[in-house]
């Protein structure tokens, strides 16, 4: 059964203390793995599409980066303002609907 | 522009009655979406809609009907309101009918059915 699950479910760092937030996933072939951003009361937005293991994708202070069986989602010097849920998702070579992660649920302090 | 909009944005409904939340798009998507996303359980695909004229059953459909009659609109259908469909409702819709690759999002609907 494909299956998709991130850790930590909730993490809280210092500004400016780098961390990672982990995607794992179990498909038997990945068409796409996609990261979303959602802010308190809103829709997910969207962050990034990677496709194979070894590619990586960079906006600001985040960088995706994928394997054979997981993604990081790595931020680097986190501000107050990165300070969302951020959920990964994956898309299966074979079905066309995508499924979702549970979501970390980030919260950077000042 | 808009994007997506959903309506209403927030509902108290009793136990048995029936409802439709609605979604409207501007970006002339083919492909729509309705999710429901509940703490711990993600977010789990309801129905969709390839193009207008098509639907389809998602993950958890029961309970729920939706129509595609033409490209903006794809409404959602509870007939019958238990308290287990309580949750936050999001519509979204992708450019690509075969698959959701970037999937756009409304703001969403929180609904409780008490």
Same mark, same amino acid.
């Given at each position: 059964e494909d299956q998709v699950t991130q850790s930590p479910e909730a993490l809280r760092l210092q500004e400016g203390e780098s961390s990672? &937030? #982990?995607?794992?996933?179990t498909v038997s072939g990945l068409r796409g793995l996609f990261w979303y951003r959602q802010d308190p009361g809103k829709g997910p937005e969207f962050l990034f599409t990677l496709y194979s293991a070894g590619e990586e +994708? $960079? +906006? $600001?202070r985040l +960088?995706?980066? &994928?394997t054979k069986k997981e993604s990081f989602l790595h931020i680097t010097a986190p501000k107050p303002e990165d300070s969302a849920t951020y959920l990964c998702a994956v898309q299966e070579t074979s079905y066309d609907k995508v499924i979702f992660g549970p979501g970390t649920s980030l919260s950077v302090i000042p | 522009i808009a994007g997506i909009t959903q309506a209403p944005t927030s509902q108290? &409904?009793?136990a048995g009655r029936r409802m439709t939340l609605r979604c409207t798009q501007d970006m002339r998507h083919n492909a729509m979406y309705w999710y429901r996303q509940d703490l *711990? &359980? *993600?977010l789990r695909l309801i129905h969709y809609s390839n193009t207008a004229g098509t639907t389809g059953k998602g993950e958890v459909p029961d309970g729920y009907s939706v129509s595609r009659? #033409?490209?903006?609109?794809?409404p959602l259908t509870l007939a019958s309101a238990v308290p287990s469909q309580t949750s936050v409702y999001f519509c979204a819709s992708s450019d690509s009918d075969r698959g959701n690759e970037k999937l756009f999002f409304g703001s969403g609907t929180q609904l409780s059915v008490l």
């Open positions: 990672s &937030l #982990n995607c794992s996933y +994708k $960079e +906006k $600001e +960088k995706a980066t &994928l | 108290i &409904l009793a *711990g &359980l *993600g009659a #033409n490209t903006d609109d794809f």
